[in-house]
């Protein structure tokens, strides 16, 4: 479940501060990922646990860019194109790789145990990633995260859920920096990867200098 471009402008993050669209980013990264600029104030603080049962919180990254993105470890079509991307980027990056961090938030109440996210990492290639969490925790613990970063999720009687589909940008000090909106194409697996690895070494790049004018809000 897909939300559309225009429905980014009403996350919390809006505080009359945006960022520069993208600045120094060529064109086709922007457009294939459909890039849009967030406040960049701090983004949603959560603690939660990952494949391997280690406590990661937001805090804990703090240093390190951080991509997030909802995923399912019961998906078999849209989640396992994003975690081929996860993958490219990483190997893209090559040695910056170490300053990235790939975050998965699990969506899948009823399938929210640490064996859950571990078997999909195993399954999907992520877990020979250093840097990849896939994190999940009580259903109270996961709400409250979904809430936080506007990730609509919906379950079903059969067990399946639908969620809406959006990849965060998170800068060194925490602040929420771009969200991109995945297509989940396979064909574009590859385009997306050095897409994910080429924002991530711009907020690398960009350092502690200043990345943000001041509007009349979005």
Known sequence: MKRPASWWRGLRFSTGLVAKAGGGLP???RALTRLTPLAGIAA???TLSDQRGHTVSLASLRGRIVVLESMDPECTLECPITSQEFVEAAHDLG???SEVVFVGVNVNRYHARIADVLRFSRAHHLEQLPNW???TGSTEALRHVWRA???VVRGSRSGDVTHSDAMYFID???LARWVAAPENNKAAIPQWGAAIADIASHI???GNRPAYARAGGL
């Open 149 to 151: 970063y506007r990730i």
């Open 172 to 174: 060194r000090r925490g």
């Open 44 to 46: 949603p603080a959560f």
């Open 133 to 135: 969490h896939f994190l």
């Open 95 to 97: 040695r910056r790789s």
């Open 27 to 29: 064109t086709r990264r």
């Open 204 to 206: 690398a790049r960009a």
